[in-house]
């Protein structure tokens, strides 16, 4: 006999059964696929030496690590400018003065809707700025745009009593934001502030279609080299995972100021001391009635 719970009902014998089948059949296919793939790489000759090769030699070396330093470089550079400028546009869309709120949602959604390479493109060959400041420009208006919105839900998130009891305190609107909203809103955002930074992380390869020499660039000009009889496949497989792992290492951070911002001594319950017989009145104790 199964067990209810609040969320859901256990499954039974012949449902644990039939989902350890549907796990087997997803491993084989899964463990199929990935040997499949690998047969096509050893068939095509992809782990021969040669064209393992380039990654021996140390100005191989140091150009790839040049190209993803660069690559950090503009991630650091657009991030920051990302958050600020989104936080600057949600405070616009949450202005109580009109013109304000309806400037910020024109540049928000013009902003939203814009291709990156489209801007990129422009900053660069429009405006005839350098490559690494066309390519903060595009990741910063675009990834800035959608963090706005982000911040925006995330306050408008937050109950509707918070604010009005802060009011009700007394609070003026910019301590009502600084004080109750933004902190309690933090935690909702901090998933999709995450995932829009790896998203930016990601958008750095656009660069080397502006000539910048990020980590991308730096794989494209070993891949077409004809010394090594074209290691596109190997490139991509050093590229990869570097990519993959930097992307992991953002997550990680974010569960990481998730738990420490849920042990931070500012969000503990504070201890109150038990109640105690005193006085009542200032200077000295309670009146009380004369006896018969």
């Known amino acids: 006999m199964t067990e209810a719970t609040a969320l859901y009902d256990l499954p039974g014998p012949r449902t644990r059964q039939r989902h350890r089948l549907y796990g087997v059949l997803s491993t084989a296919v899964l463990?199929?696929?990935?040997?499949?793939?690998?047969?096509?790489?050893?068939?095509?000759?992809?782990?021969?030496?040669?064209?393992?090769m380039p990654f021996e030699y140390k100005g191989i070396q140091e150009l790839l690590l040049r190209g993803l330093g660069n690559t950090l470089k503009a991630f650091a550079i657009a991030g920051a400018l990302a958050v600020a400028l989104g936080g600057l546009l949600a405070a616009g869309r949450l202005s109580d003065h009109r013109p304000?709120?309806?400037?910020?949602?024109?540049?928000?959604e013009f902003f939203r809707a814009m291709p990156v390479l489209v801007m990129i493109f422009f900053v660069f060959v429009a405006l005839k700025v350098q490559p690494l400041p066309a390519l903060v420009t595009g990741l910063t208006l675009y990834n800035g745009s959608v963090l706005a919105e982000v911040f925006r839900s995330g306050v408008n998130s937050v109950e509707r009593g918070q604010r009005e009891a802060a009011f009700a305190l007394g609070m003026r609107k910019s301590q009502v934001m600084a004080h109750v909203l933004v902190p309690q809103a933090v935690r909702a955002m901090l998933p999709a502030i995450i995932s829009q930074l790896v998203v930016a992380l990601k958008d750095t390869s656009l660069g080397y279609l502006i000539t910048y020499e990020e980590f991308l660039h730096a794989g494209k000009?070993?891949?077409?080299?004809?010394?090594?009889?074209?290691?596109?496949?190997?490139?991509?497989?050093?590229?990869s995972p570097i990519y993959i792992g930097m992307c992991m290492l953002l997550s990680w951070f974010a569960g990481w100021v998730s738990r420490?911002?849920?042990?931070?001594?500012?969000?503990?319950?504070?201890?109150?001391?038990?109640?105690?017989?005193?006085?009542?009145?200032?200077?000295?104790?309670?009146p009380t009635a004369p006896r018969p």
């Open 260 to 286: 420490r911002e849920r042990h931070s001594p500012k969000t503990d319950a504070v201890e109150v001391a038990a109640a105690e017989p005193g006085t009542l009145l200032p200077g000295g104790d309670p």
């Open 221 to 239: 000009l070993i891949a077409s080299n004809l010394d090594y009889d074209l290691p596109f496949i190997p490139v991509v497989m050093v590229i």
């Open 100 to 108: 304000v709120r309806w400037a910020a949602t024109a540049v928000v």
């Open 31 to 52: 463990l199929a696929l990935i040997g499949w793939v690998l047969y096509l790489l050893f068939d095509t000759d992809q782990f021969t030496y040669t064209k393992w």
